[in-house]
Structure formats: C-alpha cells, structure tokens
C-alpha cells in the first residue's frame, strides 16, 4: 500500500515540471513579439504617409488600435505563463512533501 502514493507523488512531479516547461516556452515566446515589430515599423511608413495624405487617418488609427491590441496579448501571453510556472513549482513542492513525509 506504500507504493500507491509514491506513484502519485511520482506523477504529480512529472506533471508539474511539464506545467512549468510550457509556462517558460509560453513566456519566451517569440511570435508575438516579431509581430509587434513588423507592425511598428510599418505604422511609422503610415504616419509619415498621414501628414500629407488626409485619407490615411482611418488606416493609422485601425494600425493603433491593432498595436494596442497586441501588446495585450503579450502581456496576457506572459501572465498565462507565468501562472502555469507557479502552478507547476507547487505542483512540484506538493509532490516533494508527498514523498517525503512518512
């Protein structure tokens, strides 16, 4: 009856790693931020564009709003990974005191 439990601490280990492993891919994620580049460089081309052109304002004002939109989603992007990270080390505490105590 004692191997039941170190099975269970066992598995509930190696579950907490992979949740802290996706957590950490999920924070240095580098798709968004390549995206968040490419539509800077290209809102600065369409605001230089927008002082001698009138009918560019809609166009720089969707840009703005899409580049605030983006930013949310790194920024909820590197919660969700930084939660997954701290699920995952309590995962690995639990498991840790799981095995260990007698």
């Known amino acids: 009856m004692e191997l039941v439990p170190k099975i269970m601490a066992g598995t ?3 579950l907490g790693m992979v949740t802290a492993v ?13 995206a968040l580049r490419m539509l800077s460089s290209h809102s ?3 605001s230089g564009r927008a002082i001698t052109e009138e009918g560019m304002g809609p166009a ?5 709003r ?4 983006i930013r949310n989603l790194v920024a909820t992007a590197v919660g969700v990974g930084t939660f997954l990270v ?3 080390v309590g995962m690995v505490v639990l498991a ?3 095995f260990s105590s007698p």
């Open 12 to 14: 509930l280990f190696a």
């Open 22 to 34: 996706f957590g950490l891919i999920t924070i240095m994620a580098k798709e968004y931020q390549q």
């Open 44 to 46: 600065t081309k369409l």
């Open 60 to 64: 720089l004002e969707g840009m703005a």
């Open 66 to 69: 899409l580049l605030d939109a």
């Open 86 to 88: 701290l699920i995952g």
């Open 96 to 98: 840790f005191w799981m």
